[in-house]
């Protein structure tokens, strides 16, 4: 028997093919997607995988249990061989239409009846057997109608996977439950069956618990909108009908159904479900709304930014959907594990049956019944389950408090941050800073000067520059001509206007052109230690005027920073600004460490420099630190809902500007250690207590499946319970 072939069929998802995949994937690839109703266990994935693998032209599987969708990468062409492949195995393949990967399909339908009535029988077969003290043709006709009523589906699939030479959990059931038939334990053979298939029950109903998370979300987007029709007429369209720069109205108490920039009107919105903030936020005219949320006070006109399947909802959907897909470490080794431990015991059981008997002249009937309760424990079902259904409770208890993690891995590795770096604009600060002082130093024109400023920062996006622009345009002098402008990186802005050029920057700035002085320093370390940031007008070679701008901290800030604290993790600012005003800002949220004067490669030396001393995140805005971003272990986006790339590009997203959320992301992720601990430690302890008495002739098969789908549930439900988080 094959490597493949001999697992509980709870292998592993995404690992690629390891020998036809050089042969060929990408040049000539295709990629198709395939429903796949009934499957819904990682025993159904053995299967599929065992099958699939071997075939010339498949480059990739990639397994997607909680939405029962199978991505194929094959050669072109291949669609139907492989649905022909997959026919036998009876699950309901097909190719995927968009709505499948929309709306996962619908568990299959348990039959409770049957099954209640097949349990009734097994118990009145173990009473006639009990006060009968022994077997009779009653006990054995209720018995089989109990297996009959409840186990059909289960010899089914073990039929399938026998076939298939793969030794599942349905598998192994049919060998035990028709081995304890073989040797005359009637009732008990009955019971077993019920009990798996009850467990199995239930443990897709908790399964579908999981999945139902991810599509409750979906559901907080309307599917209508009232939009403005051409006639000028409101009527309510379907909202993945409407087109980009429409215009939509939503009554109070209505859901917002597409992401959109209100026109008129005032209200307050929650927010909740994109940023996890239940308190509501004011709009008016110019403010973004996103699809899902509530408008609860006013009537408000939106102008769509965003077409429904493009709205930031959508993306959070997508996101979650593919980060469940990933594997997070703690599954790969319950995989690695499930891999060997399925195999040894069947052999141990095959021993067990055999050698007492034959070299020690133990009793037959007694070693194999040993030998089929050693079965029973076979399957090391409870803790491949339990893994996976941690992790996406956990997820999608993030997704509900506005913090979305982009895969399990993620989740596990939060716990083990030592360090935060953070980014000072924007993320500990507003990052609207304003202009506090201005002050001419050998510029004699004060109205010429703040023109020249203006007409340069002007053309700036950067905060700075923006502060010193407004500060300007207050005064509604009109705007010079600038040429050749140029932003120069972590330094500020140059430009020529009417023939000379002109500097708007930093100190590091003045100094490379030489035009410091040592009076103007005294100027400027005194605004700094203030934690105020200055820039300078400089013409070819002097200072002509100073700005001195001002963010203010963000009264998230400092509690987060000492939740952080609590939690063991260490934190660094880094800055483009100077070391004063980055030292100033420090202090003010009780930063431990700060850094100034980076360029952005300076802040990705830093971040590499303290990987080696535990987990590294960073945390930023994704303008100037993207670099560093990527480089650490860890990578937060803030108010990822205003940058179009954050939820895409970040290792986690937090969907409001709110650094507290990494404190309850780094909290999340150690419950989701101990639960996923406890389940291996229980799943593992009770088999190993029931190998031990199965062995030793003390457990019986109704303990064993008793015990083995009780462990099952209790680490399923273990797991859930981190949803309520
Ligand atoms: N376009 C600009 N206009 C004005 N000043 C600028 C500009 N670009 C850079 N500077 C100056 O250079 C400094 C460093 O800029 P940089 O963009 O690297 O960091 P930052 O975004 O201000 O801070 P942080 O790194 O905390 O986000 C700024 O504080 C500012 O003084
Ligand atoms: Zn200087």
């Keep these: 028997m094959g490597k493949q072939d001999s697992t509980c069929g709870c292998g592993s998802s995404t690992e690629p093919l390891q020998q036809p995949l050089d042969s060929g994937a990408g040049k000539d690839s295709e990629s198709s997607l395939f429903s796949i109703t009934k499957m819904d266990c990682p025993t159904e994935e053995g299967l599929i995988r065992a099958k699939l693998t071997p075939l010339e032209g498949i480059y990739s599987l990639d397994f997607n249990l909680v939405q029962r969708i199978l991505r194929v990468g094959h050669a072109p062409g291949m669609q139907q061989q492989i649905l022909d492949i997959l026919a036998p195995l009876d699950l309901d393949a097909r190719v995927a239409s968009p709505s499948d990967t929309e709306n996962a399909p619908p568990a299959t339908k348990a039959n409770w009846w049957l099954l209640g009535a097949a349990g009734l029988a097994a118990l009145a077969s173990e009473v006639v057997f009990w006060l009968q003290g022994g077997n009779s043709w009653l006990v054995m006709l209720l018995a089989l109608a109990a297996i009959a009523g409840g186990g059909l589906s289960t010899y089914k699939k073990g039929w399938i996977a026998l076939k298939n030479r793969n030794l599942n959990m349905n598998a192994l059931m049919s060998i035990a439950v028709t081995g304890a038939l073989l040797i005359g334990h009637w009732p008990e053979a009955a019971m077993v069956m019920v009990l798996f298939t009850l467990a199995e029950l239930i443990e897709a109903k908790s399964l579908d618990r999981a999945r139902n998370a991810i599509r409750e979300l979906m559901d907080l987007a309307p599917e209508t909108a009232t939009v403005l029709q051409s006639d000028g007429q409101w009527r309510e369209v379907n909202a993945k009908t409407v087109s980009l720069g429409a215009k939509v109205r939503v009554r109070p108490g209505e859901r917002i159904a597409l992401d959109g920039e209100v026109i008129k009107g005032n209200s307050a919105v929650n927010q909740a479900p994109i940023t996890g903030e239940s308190l509501p936020v004011d709009k008016e005219a110019g403010d973004s709304l996103f699809a899902g949320s509530i408008n609860e006070s006013g009537a408000l006109e939106y102008r769509v930014t965003a077409v429904a399947s493009d709205a930031v909802l959508a993306r959070i959907i997508h996101a979650v959907e593919e980060a469940q897909g990933s594997r997070a470490p703690t599954q790969r080794f319950v995989d690695q594990f499930a891999h060997w431990y399925t195999p040894l015991v069947f052999v141990v059981a095959l021993a067990t049956a055999l050698i007492p008997p034959l070299f020690f002249s133990g009793a037959w009937m007694e070693w194999i019944y040993r030998a089929l309760v050693l079965l029973v424990i076979a399957c090391p079902c409870a803790l491949v389950i339990a893994t996976p259904v941690t992790i996406v409770s956990g997820l999608a208890a993030a997704t509900r408090h506005g913090t979305l993690i982009k895969g399990g891995a993620y989740l596990e590795e939060g716990r083990r941050l030592r360090w935060l770096a953070l980014d000072k604009t924007g993320t500990i600060t507003h990052g609207a800073p304003q202009v506090t002082d201005f002050a001419l130093i050998t510029g004699t024109d004060e109205a010429r000067v703040k023109r020249l400023a203006a007409s340069l920062a002007h053309r700036s996006d950067h905060p700075v520059s923006k502060a010193v622009a407004d500060f300007l345009n207050a005064s509604g002098a009109p ?247």
């Design 479 to 725: 705007l010079l001509e600038v040429e050749a402008f140029e932003a120069l990186a972590g330094r500020g802005i140059r430009g020529e206007i009417e023939g000379t050029g002109y500097y708007l920057g930093n100190h590091r700035l003045v100094e490379e052109l030489r035009v410091c002085s040592e009076e103007l320093e005294d100027r400027l370390s005194k605004l700094e230690y203030q934690g105020k940031t200055v820039v300078m007008l400089v013409d070819a070679n002097r200072v002509l005027a100073l700005f001195a701008v001002a963010d203010t901290v963000k009264e998230s800030s400092r509690k987060a920073i000492d939740e952080l604290h609590q939690l063991g993790v260490k934190t660094l600012m880094l800055t483009g600004d100077n070391q004063h005003t980055a030292d100033a800002i420090a202090k003010e949220v009780g930063i431990d460490r700060a850094m100034g004067n980076l360029l952005p490669e300076d802040k990705l030396r830093e971040v590499d420099s303290l990987a080696g001393h535990g987990r590294v995140g960073m945390v930023g805005d994704g303008i100037n630190d993207a670099p560093a971003l990527a480089r650490a272990d860890i990578g937060f986006a803030m108010g990822a809902t205003g940058t179009d790339t954050a939820i895409e590009t970040a290792d986690v997203a937090l969907m409001d500007d709110n650094l507290g959320k990494i404190a309850s992301f780094i909290r999340l992720s150690r419950t989701t250690a101990h639960i996923l601990w406890q389940n291996i430690i229980l799943a593992l302890g009770i088999k190993a207590i029931f190998l031990a008495l199965a062995f030793a002739g003390e457990a019986t098969m109704w303990m064993a499946v008793f015990a083995d789908m009780g462990t099952s549930l209790l680490v399923v439900f273990n797991g859930l319970r981190l949803m309520r988080k």
